[in-house]
């Protein structure tokens, strides 16, 4: 085995059954290897999750058994360092993967090996190329005779909704895998929007301060879209100077835009001509990177982000300079940051397995909230005009009227 | 597996028929996207403007919708409690101009323009009103320029701070309504490179002005001082042509104004390197030379002559050459004297022959433009000459051939002496808590001595091969001249080369002599009051007096 992991072998151990459900076509989920046939991306008891810049879970093959695609589980983002042993697998970079899958029993499997590669079509979501294994050979994604391809289908995730500034009948959804949809009766009804983002790998959604009819989408893989009639037609900003793989987006109350993307963070104010704003971040080659923003409505220059896996940043100067919190949370899977209206100095993290976290000294130093909403895997958080705090989970929305000293679950109408 | 957007949309758009009401106080989503997946794992939320609404969009595709009951009593059905004082804001209805693309103006949609944007304003009354927010100037310095076609005239305006607004008028010219731009805030240059196309309004209502590019265009940068109202015009390149309706029916202020008001050029133009401030009226204020940079002839020289050297008011750089006069405004000004130039002006002065003598003079305060001066050379009251060159007038002192040598020589001899000059020239010197008022001669002696001498009861100072006399100066003109005007009804008042004052009226006239001793005014002191020994005394400003002798 030539590969430089070789010695992580006997680490990455596969469990007896593999139990994750992935995100793989049901019907497009073949890839073949001439010497150990059907390889099942989406087997029962397994499969194998795509996400914006990383694989994992499990793929399927008889004569092979399990295959993991990667150390990392949960979803959400991880750059595999592939260089630890506690931290391997494949990663995603726009439309290429690369990095190691490992089976028990044929050893490590390379996604980006001379002479092949596969690659994801971010739109189309078909896999293609070739991944290479010292014991199985090539192991081919998409084939003509007989038809076989695996096609990542991902359920349409609603990354970003937005009510309009005047009118709450009018309503907009960023659905990550099916565009831009407006409501015009509260979210009662939705319809796609006229012309749609190039890119359907949505994140965020925000409104310009400026101008109420100019909307702004991200993508992960082709930066910022623009629409200035309130939704119904959008087209590429020109980008320049941006990483297009963007996590999230914000507008700061002067119009300044703020995008956190894989390569750091970039401020813009017309989304033409962007210029990196990531002073003092930790640079990991897209490990670490800026998932989450949040910015103080009060302070334009006032920025905070959310590193996954490395805590919370906080900027004064626009995001030229950050600073990491000296008291971070106890879990930095952050997923959302917020800045309590008209306290500048209290702010509320959302973390995936960790709950919620409050900052009473303007993003120094965080504890976790006195007591936590009765499911810690946090997704979002939001917070009204009067200070009225809701986290989104992954068992419904809790509300805190009390600076999250305590919670009220209000799933009344959510599915079981 | 579900690849089709068009599939998903139309299962967004499920149920969008006639809706029944939503319930209140529960989630409602029109369903999952995909069947069998529906969950409670929220993504994302939005909370209304109002807090009563909530959306809550799911991984599963749905979004959920949340409405709070209201608790608002239903008002009764009269009431006296009067109009609220306060009423939400409206939301912005601006739109963003973006580069790549014209963005035209319409239905009085207030625009924000960013960096090389280009903007068509259409004729017509729709775009009256309508505001333009320039971009903010980046911090580079770089220039953030908009394109803007208004009235078939393309214009481009550079922001120069940020926070600029314009605002789309419609002002008669020649009796037309004509669309053109107004300066709402900030500062901004415009540049057209067509003669005769309008730049700028200015004004309000009936008082409005429209200046226009003369032959060849102009580059204009215009700036609202929003604590007098008035807007400072600066002149980069080619003409500016002005109205004559900007012109005041009647000159108020005097024509020997050093720098607060002047009247318009005569030939209603103004020049690259000229600065005009117009009224909240449309009416001008006064037009000097200088630049926003500060850098060009008419702006103050930077001088530091000596440590112990400064200067209370503005010494024009005089080197440059005014587009108005075609000739550098040293050279100009010195033909005016007839006089020949003697040096450079390398320490603010100016050395001039004349006749077969040589003076120095120092430049003082701003070179302004004023039709009313007139050309020639004229005495002023405070013992200053004002020389006027086409309506360019320049005011100046009399001075030792180097202000910085004097204030060393003055520190050598004296140790702790500091000397100031002052607006009109009079020298100050401050020496261990007392405090001198001198005044340079206008006339210098060819010489070889140098430093101080005492001759005759004057006091005499040699440098650079020449002698100058140092007079006891008047330490403050202005309160000189507020006790003569109000104290002495008809009486008029002049400096002296000799730095004496004469007083003339009724048929009469006194000759005051300046001590140069000043001494600290005691608290409460009038203006003036004669001293036990024939001398008046007169108060100045800084709280110090001096006396005057009278013969």
Known sequence: MKTPLATLALIAMLPAAATAAGNISGSDKYAWSDSSGWVNFSPPNGGVGVYDDHLEGYAWAENVGWIKLGSHGGGGYHAYANSAAGDWGVNLDGSALSGYGWSDSAGWIRFDPSGGGVSLNPLSGAFDGWAWSENLGWIHFKGGTPAYSVVFAPAPRVAAVLFDAADAQKARAAVAGAGIHLSSDGGASWSAAASQPGDRRLKSLVASPLAAATLYAASYGSGIFRSVDGGQNWSACANGGLDLRVYALIAAGNGTLYAATRGGIFASADCAAWSARSGGLPSSGGRYAPTVLAVDAAQPAVLYAGLDGNGIYKSSDGGTSWQAATGQPGNTAIRAVRVKPGASGTLFAASYGGGAWKSGDGGVTWSACATQPANLNLRTLAIDAAGKLYAGSEAGVFASTNDCSSWTAMNAGLPN | ?551
Not at chain 2, 275 to 294: C, E, F, M, N, Q
Not at chain 2, 442 to 463: E, P, V
């Open chain 2, 1 to 551: 597996m579900n690849k089709s957007p068009v599939a998903i949309a139309l299962l967004l758009s499920l149920g969008s028929g006639a809706h029944a009401a939503a319930p209140t106080e529960q989630w409602s989503g029109s369903g999952p996207f995909a069947s069998g997946l529906g969950n409670q794992a929220i993504d994302s939320l939005a909370i209304s403007a109002d807090g009563m609404r909530l959306l809550a969009g799911s991984g599963s595709g749905t979004v959920f919708s949340y409405t709070y009951a209201s608790n608002a009593a239903t008002p009764p059905a009269t009431s006296d409690s009067g109009s609220p004082t306060t009423s939400p804001s409206n939301p912005p209805t601006n739109v963003i101009a973006y580069p790549g693309t014209t963005t035209t103006l319409g239905g009085g949609t207030a625009v924000i323009a960013m960096p090389g944007s280009s903007l068509l304003i259409p004729a017509g009354g729709s775009t009256i009103g309508t505001s333009i927010a320039l971009p903010t100037p980046t911090a580079g310095g770089s220039a953030a320029a908009v394109s803007v076609t208004i009235g078939g005239q393309q214009l481009q305006l550079i922001p120069s701070v940020a926070g600029t607004t314009l605002s789309v008028r419609s002002v008669a010219v020649n009796g037309v309504p004509t669309q053109v731009l107004a300066l709402t805030s900030g500062s901004f240059t415009v540049i057209a490179s067509q003669s005769g196309a309008p730049l700028l309004a200015l004004g309000s209502g009936g008082n409005s002005i429209v200046l226009t590019a003369g032959a060849g265009g102009a580059s204009v940068t215009g700036t609202v001082d929003s604590s007098s109202g008035q807007t400072v015009l600066a002149v980069a390149s080619g003409v500016v042509t002005l109205p004559a309706n900007a012109y005041a029916s009647a000159k108020s202020k005097a024509a020997s104004s050093t720098s607060a008001g002047s009247a318009p050029p005569a030939d209603g133009k103004l020049y690259a390197g000229e600065l005009a401030a117009i009224g909240g009226d449309g009416k001008i204020v006064s037009v000097r030379l200088g630049t926003p940079a500060g850098s060009g002839g008419g702006d103050a020289l930077n001088l530091r002559l000596a440590d112990n050297l400064g200067f209370a008011g503005k010494v024009p750089q005089l080197a440059a050459t005014s587009a108005r006069l075609g000739q550098s405004l040293q050279t100009a000004f010195a033909e005016a004297l007839g006089a020949t130039l003697a040096g450079t002006q390398s320490n603010g002065v100016l050395a001039l022959d004349i006749g077969g003598s040589r003076i120095y003079v120092l430049p003082l305060g701003d070179v302004m433009v004023d039709r009313t001066r007139g050309d020639g050379v004229r005495l002023e009251a405070d013992g200053t000459l004002s020389v006027g060159v086409a309506d360019v007038v320049l005011r100046l002192a009399p001075s030792v051939a180097d202000p910085g040598q004097l204030a060393r020589d003055l520190a050598a001899a004296l140790p702790g002496a500091a000397l100031q000059v002052g607006g009109d020239g009079t020298l100050r010197l401050a020496l261990n808590g007392q405090y001198y008022a001198l005044r340079p001669g206008w006339l210098s002696q060819d010489a070889t001595a140098t430093g101080f001498a005492s001759a005759a009861g004057q006091l005499t100072y040699g440098q650079t091969g020449r002698n100058f006399v140092l007079y006891p100066g008047v330490a403050d003109y202005a309160s000189l001249a507020a006790v003569v005007e109000q104290g002495m009804p008809g009486v008029s008042l002049s400096i002296n080369g000799d730095g004496t004052v004469t007083l003339s009226g009724s048929g009469q006239q006194w000759t005051l002599l300046p001590e140069m001793a000043l001494q600290s005014a005691p608290a409460g002191a009038a203006a003036w009051w004669p001293a036990g020994d024939g001398t008046l005394l007169l108060r100045n400003a800084d709280g110090t007096m001096q006396g005057f002798s009278v013969r």
